[in-house]
């Protein structure tokens, strides 16, 4: 395949054919690993092949920021390291397909089927994108960045835009990353360079990193317009792909992530040893809201929604939150989030649940609500991508004997 260069973890499970590589772990291997996702069980989604990269011209690695601009800037990843000062912050990435499967089980979307696994986070070191753009000094009418990979697709290399603002509001958080964890970034993940755009969908977190443009316009880049959207529900896969005025609509592109969880203990499906067992069990499992919304509170229930318990909920983001107080370094980057108020990582939930009450009924299903009162929905939205999946997530179990 194209991707001979790049070695891979044999847990990981292949969502696509051999080629592109788009995998997500096993969701309790992702959980298990905790707070911090290794490279090796991190999720892919590669859209082509991966650009190759050697070591040695990593620090020669070019990228420009052009367009309206008043000072055009091309840089090398070495000139980035050397002028701008480095920060490292905890980020979780999720694909806006998280989840995907149900949608497909529902009807069948124009996309792959993710279980809940399309989610990871990372330390990432680079640099706020905001101080390169102040650097260039954006003309008066600029309201967009538009940001270019270098791996060449069928449509063109794959390109995407945020807005402005969103780039120059600290508690957005918008970063270029050269680092992952403290090591440099696999191929896989954007190495040498990539953008992080925390809260939003990690389809905006363009890898291999080469063009920044400065626009008074969304991106018209192909994988801009014809991916990453919430179309409405009637448009269907035979229609939409014939009716460019769909895919056109801004308002339909997607941003910040959805409210969502997932149950990673018990799996859907496991038959629970209940039978002379121990008297409780721990149901446990993940949860994220979008734009840097922090989780207030999770709920699980046994009844399909007639009644709800309360889970607890770990914000491990917040131990990173109280050093970035007292100006630590890491991986050679400020921890640089105690002035952010935002949330950009994943919390964990979990419940310690009565091994009776779960005999009452064979599913347990959790949903997750944000600091705004955003909850997450009983019903599902299809659309054709199939993106932004959040209904209340349930896992079936069985008991033996
Ligand atoms: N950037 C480039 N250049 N090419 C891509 O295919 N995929 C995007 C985004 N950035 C992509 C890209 C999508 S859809 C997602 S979800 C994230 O990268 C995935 O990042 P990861 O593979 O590091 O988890």
């Not at 609509?249 to 203990?265: C, F, H, K, Q, V």
């Not at 419940?351 to 019903?379: C, F, H, K, T, W």
């Amino acid at each position: 395949t194209p991707d001979n260069h790049v070695p891979r973890d044999a847990r990981l499970i292949r969502l696509t054919g051999v080629h592109p590589f788009n995998v997500e772990a096993p969701l309790s291997a992702l959980y298990d690993e905790g707070f911090l996702t290794s490279p090796d069980l991190f999720y892919v989604r590669n859209h082509g092949a991966v650009p190759q990269v050697d070591d040695s011209t990593i620090p020669d690695w070019e990228f420009s920021i052009e367009g309206m601009v008043k000072t055009p800037i091309t840089m090398t990843l070495k000139d980035l390291i050397a002028n701008f000062e480095q920060i490292t912050v905890p980020i979780t990435l999720v694909c806006a397909g998280n989840r995907r499967k149900e949608q497909n089980q529902v009807r069948k979307s124009k996309g792959f089927s993710w279980g809940a696994a399309g989610v990871s986070t990372a330390l990432w070191t680079g640099v706020p994108l905001s101080e390169l753009i102040l650097a260039a000094q954006p003309m008066r009418g600029a309201r967009y960045v538009c940001m270019e990979g270098a791996d060449k697709l069928p449509n063109g290399y794959y390109g995407t835009s945020v807005k402005l603002n969103w780039v120059m509001d600290p508690n957005r958080g918008i970063m270029l990353a050269h680092k992952m964890n403290g090591e440099l970034l696999r191929p896989d993940h954007g190495k040498p360079l990539r953008a992080v755009v925390p809260g939003q969908i990690g389809g905006r977190s363009v890898k291999w990193l080469k063009k920044i443009i400065v626009t008074a316009g969304p991106s018209d880049n192909w994988y801009h317009i014809y991916d990453n959207r919430v179309l409405p529900t009637m448009v269907s896969p035979e229609q939409s792909a014939n009716e460019p005025k769909w895919w056109t609509d801004e308002r339909y592109a997607i941003y910040d992530l959805s409210t969502n969880s997932a149950t990673a203990y018990p799996a859907h499906e496991e038959q629970l040893c209940l039978v002379n067992g121990p008297e409780t069990y721990r149901a446990r499992g993940y949860a994220y809201g979008g734009g840097g919304r922090r989780i207030t509170r999770v709920e699980v229930t046994l009844d399909k929604g007639k009644s709800w318990a309360l889970a607890d909920i770990k914000y491990h983001e917040d131990a990173y939150r109280d050093h970035a107080d007292e100006n630590e370094v890491l991986f050679g980057g400020k921890l640089d989030m105690g002035w952010r108020e935002s949330c950009f990582c994943w919390c964990f939930w979990e419940i310690v649940l009565n091994v009776e009450d779960l005999s009452i009924s064979g599913d347990i299903m959790v949903r997750a609500m944000d600091e705004s009162m955003n909850v997450q929905p009983r019903d599902m939205y299809w659309s054709v991508l199939g993106m932004m999946n959040n209904p209340w997530y349930r896992v079936t179990i069985s008991r033996e004997g």
